[in-house]
């Protein structure tokens, strides 16, 4: 899933105003390269965002300068339709000889994409690259199938508190410490502002479920020795968190009649009209903000844990750059990832597109740059959560299986235990196919 900052899809959504890329699994492969040339032009796919100019300086600047370091090599960028990708990528995998060498992925593709053989494994290279040692630890995962590397992370995004001061300020209520926190401060808003929302939620924000059961100790899904996942969320502790979130629909906060239907973008799209007094949105999701009835009246903090003191740990959405198993330019290829990817470009696109990097002291340098970034920097640091890497994961996404189980229990059409019961026999039906 992918988190396009400023972008027209998600994880455009990374704006998509909190919208994330669901995996999409192509159907098989051609074989491996036959050879490794060292000239020529390579071919590379990246994302086209919503004002795509920034971000085709930037990467001119990056081919101009490995282009000058590699005589007799042309590097031929395209950039593609998010929302078309899908069937775009499809045919690179199964007619190698239209196939790109480097391509840009959203980071919840990466399992679908290996099973279907049209990632490299560049496990050895990352190794070697004296850069990679400044990767988190989440953003690593994201390229890792089986222990092993398909990629170089390119950015990362993360959600965060985002409230209101004025509101906050006129009903003296004070920045929430706690989750349990945030639930009271959500009620007296709604009592004191019958229009608004006290903190937006939705059903079908997944995205902005997934803090409140990572944050009561529970789990989407848990690797077996064999490799494969089993599903968690029937836990007693994923149950707790899950009641925690859904316990926020009512009239008492966010009414379930409308709430329950609204996801990610519908969230922030009330915060930034002013009709709710907190949101759970990303870093990517400011520009939607600030173009909105609130500009200059909120702040943002990272989502509290449970205790005070402790943050809620966020799903890390974001890109990654990697090489076809396909193509015949291997080595080159490789190279030219690792710049796309690399500290410097990683600045660069900060600068130009806030994409946050995911090298850890890239991103404190983003940070003392850029004040507004610090609570999503303080929430990567504190440690984030992705969704399993297997395949499984996309029909998981793509059948609503969590939204459901949020739905039906803020609409109360199920308790807590049957609907999350529910989806895990859905879920590990995915995991065994």
Not at 195 to 203: D, N
Request: aromatic fraction near 8%.
């Amino acid at each position: 899933m992918r988190m396009a900052v400023r972008t027209a899809a998600p994880l455009a959504a990374l704006a998509l105003a909190g919208t994330l890329l669901a995996g999409c699994a192509p159907s098989t492969s051609g074989g491996g390269p036959q050879k490794d040339e060292k000239s020529g032009t390579l071919r590379v796919w990246l994302f086209r965002e919503v004002g795509n100019g920034p971000k085709e300086r930037v990467v001119d600047g990056v081919v101009r300068s490995f282009e000058k370091r590699h005589k007799g090599v042309r590097v031929d960028v395209r950039y593609i339709p998010v929302d078309s990708r899908a069937e775009k990528i499809k045919g690179a995998f199964n007619d190698p000889s239209s196939a790109p060498d480097v391509i840009e992925y959203g980071n919840t593709d990466t399992a679908g994409y290996v099973e279907n053989g049209g990632l490299a494994d560049v496990s050895a290279e990352f190794a070697d690259w004296p850069q990679a040692r400044d990767v988190d630890p989440t953003a690593k995962t994201s390229v890792t199938v089986g222990g092993k590397v398909y990629g170089a992370p390119l950015f990362v995004g993360v959600r965060a508190l985002y409230y209101r001061t004025d509101v906050f300020r006129e009903l003296d209520v004070e920045v929430p410490r706690t989750l349990g926190e945030v639930a009271d401060a959500a009620r007296r808003i709604r009592q004191e502002r019958p229009g608004m929302y006290g903190l937006a939620v939705g059903g079908a924000y997944t995205y902005g479920a997934m803090p409140f059961i990572w944050a009561h100790g529970g789990q989407l899904a848990v690797k077996k020795k064999d490799g494969t996942y089993t599903s968690a969320v029937g836990s007693a502790d994923a149950k707790r968190g899950i009641a925690a979130y859904t316990g926020l629909f009512g009239d008492d906060n966010c009414p379930a009649a409308k709430c329950a239907r609204m996801g990610g973008n519908e969230n922030v799209e009330a915060f930034a009209a002013g009709k709710a007094g907190m949101v759970v949105a990303g870093d990517f999701n400011r520009q939607a903000v600030d173009d909105g009835e609130v500009k200059g009246d909120y702040d943002v903090v990272p989502l509290p844990g449970r205790k005070r003191g402790s943050i809620a740990p966020a799903f890390a959405g974001g890109n990654n750059v990697g090489v076809l198993k396909s193509s015949s330019h291997r080595t080159l290829a490789v190279a030219l990832m690792k710049d796309l990817a690399g500290k410097d470009t990683q600045r660069r696109l900060f600068d130009a597109m806030g994409f946050l990097p995911t090298f850890t002291d890239t991103r404190r340098q983003a940070a003392k740059k850029e004040p507004f970034v610090e609570p999503f920097v303080e929430t990567l640091d504190a440690g984030t959560e992705f969704v399993p890497a297997t395949p499984g994961w996309a029909e998981i996404d793509a059948g609503q299986v969590l939204p459901t189980m949020f739905q039906q229990i803020a609409g109360k059409k199920r308790g807590v235990d049957a609907a999350a019961d529910e989806a895990a026999r859905k879920m590990d039906e995915a995991f065994a196919e």
